[in-house]
């Protein structure tokens, strides 16, 4: 059975700092392309960042760019994010993701198969 289960987030102030991360079973990370995404309420879920099946080339969104950073660590089967200087703008409900994706696909919902539950992430003060 393939799971993605995401742990690590919670309350924070801003201007603060969490990891995220998520341990696969039933499947290798190494295989898949792998991103983070994110929900907020009332909004669609967006890319985050992501890790391509091959190579270590990592890429963001925009609004995230310089502050989070995606990691794999084969050896564990775990995808994580480093978030730093987090901003009220994102609280969401973070996901990881696992698929089978190009370059030009690794930023869309629908790229992706394998998805975790979420875990809540709240910036506030």
């Known amino acids: 059975q393939v799971q993605l289960v995401e742990s690590g987030g919670g309350l924070v102030q801003p201007g603060g700092s969490l990891k995220l991360s998520c341990v696969a079973s039933g499947l290798s990370l190494r295989d898949y392309g792998t991103a983070w995404f994110r929900q907020a309420p009332g909004k669609e879920r967006e890319f985050v960042a992501a890790?391509?099946?091959?190579?270590?080339?990592?890429y963001y969104a925009t609004a995230v760019e310089g502050r989070f950073t995606i990691s794999r660590d084969n050896a564990q089967n775990t995808l994580t994010l480093q978030m730093n200087n987090l901003k009220p703008e994102d609280t969401a409900v973070y996901y990881c993701?696992?698929?089978?994706?190009?370059?030009?696909?690794?930023?869309?919902?629908?790229?992706?198969?394998?998805w975790g539950q979420g875990t809540q992430v709240t910036v506030s003060s």
């Open positions: 890790r391509r099946q091959s190579g270590a080339n990592t």
């Open positions: 993701a696992a698929g089978r994706t190009i370059l030009s696909t690794l930023r869309r919902v629908d790229a992706y198969t394998r």
